[in-house]
């Protein structure tokens, strides 16, 4: 059974960078069959796409996000990354990372991260 | 890019039936989209995909309660018997070179 597990700081300072890591596990994230994508949740709203990678490492960001956001994948370990620079209080969400086989077929359980001094 | 609307709240009553609705925006009708269920304090679940066609594919363990259908841009998720475990937020998504949310739908089980 596929496995996605969210890992990286709960909380950081304003207008410092998010680094959050996705580990795979009981697959492989070199598939040429699946993206593998970072969504967020702000606390009491809805779901945000952030950005989705291919195993090759071609990239899609969400325009609203893209000149802040950097996502890389690591084939040796089956993980993924994500960087959000210069965050603000806005950025205080619920992060999941999912696969999508179209749509997000596989999630993981989520971290949140809060941005606070 | 697609949008995807959806209405902000639902309610039925218990071991009754509801039907859900998502929206692809004009020039997007015939998108792909996926149901998630996501149940109170826990991540979203991938419940189905659903064609134009009216065709779906569920997820692994997804109920039988559970089916999609479509009409024209609408896409919808219907819940039969519904228990008292599907009161949740459930959402649509779509893709092509990004991918979309809808604002999602609360249900409420009476």
């Known amino acids: 059974q596929l496995q996605l597990q969210e890992s990286g700081p709960g909380l950081v300072k304003p207008s410092e960078t998010l680094s959050l890591t996705c580990t795979v596990s009981g697959g492989s994230i070199s598939s040429s069959s699946y993206y593998w994508g970072w969504i967020r949740q702000p606390p009491g709203k809805g779901l945000e796409w952030i950005g989705s990678i291919y195993y090759s490492g071609s990239t899609y960001y969400n325009p609203s996000l893209k000149s802040r956001v950097t996502i890389s994948v690591d084939t040796s370990k089956n993980q993924f990354s994500l960087k959000l620079s210069s965050v603000t209080a806005a950025d205080t969400a619920v992060y999941y990372c999912?696969?999508?086989?179209?749509?997000?077929?596989?999630w993981g359980q989520g971290t949140l991260v809060t941005v606070s001094s | 890019q697609p949008v995807l609307t959806q209405s902000s709240s639902a309610s039925a009553s218990l071991g009754s039936s509801v039907k859900l609705t998502c929206t692809l925006s004009?020039?997007?009708?015939?998108?792909?989209i996926a149901w998630h269920q996501q149940q109170p304090g826990k991540a979203p679940r991938y419940l189905m995909k659903l064609e134009g066609s009216g065709s779906y594919n569920k997820g692994s363990g997804v109920p039988d309660r559970f089916s999609g259908s479509s009409s024209g841009a609408d896409r919808y998720l219907t819940i039969s018997n519904l228990q008292s475990e599907d009161e949740a937020d459930y959402y649509c998504?779509?893709?092509?070179?990004?991918?979309?949310f809808g604002g999602g739908t609360k249900l409420t089980v009476l």
């Open positions: 998504e779509t893709w092509d070179s990004s991918w979309v």
């Open positions: 999912a696969r999508h086989e179209g749509g997000s077929d596989y």
């Open positions: 004009s020039g997007h009708s015939s998108y792909i």
